[in-house]
């Protein structure tokens, strides 16, 4: 009889130990379950697309001048820069003694008669310099001459300045009596010489046309940026700027320095 009974206790301690370890093992999955951290959604990575540069447009002729090429007139005496991909027609300059030149862009296309030009594409650039100076004494007399039809040009002129000399320029969108074409023209008057400038145009090109004209020099003319100024003498006589400009001294100062004329 007691043997009976120490198998029985012993029976059940086992079980006890047995639900007891049961117990815990479901309490610590239980746990350990509901502490982990929620899963992250997934991410797709996207490669950022570049932002597009905007057109940057500049009339400055010293940027200009670093890829635009330079036409020289030694017979007219004049210079200008055309971009460096346009085409100088230099066999038709020496036909008409270097007084009629044309340059073309290099998309430039034309309908028809080259003479009454009808552009597709591109553009055209005409210079003009053989007027004769007996009707050019003035700048009056030279604009009175020149002036373009008012059919393809009705608005009045605009005066400039181009290298120092009084200009007039003119602007159309009805360039040779074609609709949407664009026409502009510039006189300017030199040492009683008349120079005209033309561009025609498929499209609008208002800026080019100007910076094209900010590079038009006139070769017997003194440029004075960049002039040594100052120095020992000060500035006066030679050492002097002209109206204008001024003299602008390196830095820090010294006693005697020399500087350079540069625009006010």
């Keep these: 009889m007691k043997i009976m009974q120490k198998g029985s206790i012993l029976i059940f301690l086992l079980m006890g130990i047995f639900i007891l370890g049961v117990a815990g093992g479901a309490y610590y999955l239980a746990r350990s379950t509901s502490s982990k951290p929620p899963a992250s959604p997934t ?7 570049p932002t597009p540069t905007p057109f940057n447009e500049t009339a ?21 820069k055309v971009p460096n991909d346009w085409v100088i027609d230099f066999n038709n300059a020496k036909e008409n003694n270097n007084s009629l030149v044309f340059i073309y862009s290099a998309d430039f296309k034309v309908v028809g008669d080259i003479q009454v030009p009808h552009l597709s594409q591109g553009s055209q650039l005409e210079i003009v310099s053989n007027f004769s100076t007996n ?22 002129g605009k005066e400039i300045t181009i290298d120092g000399e009084q200009a007039m320029i003119w602007t159309s969108d009805n360039a040779f009596s074609i609709p949407g074409q664009k026409g502009y023209q510039l006189d300017v008057l030199h040492n ?8 025609v145009s498929a499209l609008p090109q208002d800026l080019l046309f100007n910076q094209i004209l900010s590079t038009f020099k006139f ?3 003194e440029h ?14 030679q050492s002097a ?3 204008g400009y001024k003299c602008q001294y390196p830095k820090p100062m010294y006693p005697d320095a ?3 004329c540069v625009k006010k």
């Design 43 to 49: 991410v797709i990575s996207q490669t950022p697309q």
């Design 60 to 80: 400055n002729p010293d940027s200009i001048g670093a890829n635009w090429k330079t036409y020289v007139n030694e017979t007219y005496k004049y210079s200008l």
């Design 135 to 156: 009707v050019t004494k003035s700048y009056t007399d030279f604009i009175t001459l020149d002036k373009p039809p008012k059919n393809e040009y009705p608005n009045e």
């Design 192 to 199: 009683r010489q008349g120079y005209a400038i033309h561009m």
């Design 219 to 221: 070769l017997d003319q």
């Design 224 to 237: 004075p940026e960049g002039k040594p100024c100052g120095g020992f003498a000060g500035e006066q006589g």
């Design 241 to 243: 700027c002209p109206s």
């Design 258 to 260: 020399q500087g350079k």
